[in-house]
């Protein structure tokens, strides 16, 4: 950059942190109505001075972490086992961790472009309430979902494939009768 003629150069930078000769020191905020003058902030207990700082102008030196506290183990009473009511079922529901059920949204996507749309929509349909149910965790309604996407994604296929193959029989046919008649003639 070039410097203008008769323009003062910029006082030189200084390491310590003050301001540069030729300038006025900072000033604070003034102190508002209402509110009490500010001290600055009070010293942390509880906490070790930082490795390679220097120490702060004006704030004592740190302690450091009060002792932890030994809680003692926790005492938990036993199970208790109830007898079931005369008359009733006793039902346990185990949660399994294992992998979660398929959606079959892939094969539902593919039965829904590729062979039967309308039964292959429902497929989707059925295929995306699967991902939203095992999103939720509730895996035995989403297995159920999946279940029946994959039999409307078969369904479709099976379908697709007989309207395509009923379809060229029909062309077949209606091609085999247009040539005999025009040799009939």
Not at 125 to 132: L, Q
């Amino acid at each position: 950059m070039s410097e203008k003629a008769g323009a003062p150069a910029p006082p030189p930078y200084s390491a310590e942190g003050a301001p540069p000769q030729g300038y006025p020191p900072p000033q604070g905020y003034p102190p508002q109505q209402g509110y009490p003058p500010q001290q600055g902030y009070p010293p942390q207990q509880g906490y070790p001075p930082q490795q390679g700082y220097p120490p702060q102008q004006g704030y004592p030196p740190q302690q450091g972490y009060p002792p932890a506290q030994q809680y003692p183990p926790q005492q938990y009473p036993p199970a208790q086992q109830y007898p079931p009511a005369a008359g009733q079922n006793v039902v346990v529901v185990t949660q399994a961790n294992g992998p979660p059920p398929q959606s079959n949204q892939i094969l539902a996507w593919i039965a829904c472009l590729c062979f039967c749309c309308p039964i292959g929509l429902a497929a989707v349909i059925k295929a995306n309430r699967a991902e939203s149910l095992i999103r939720e965790g509730r895996m035995d309604e989403a297995r159920r979902e999946g279940e029946s996407a994959k039999k409307l994604a078969i369904v479709a296929i099976i379908t697709g494939i007989l309207m395509g193959v009923l379809t060229g029989v029909i062309v077949v046919v209606i091609q085999v009768i247009a040539v005999s008649a025009i040799n009939s003639y």
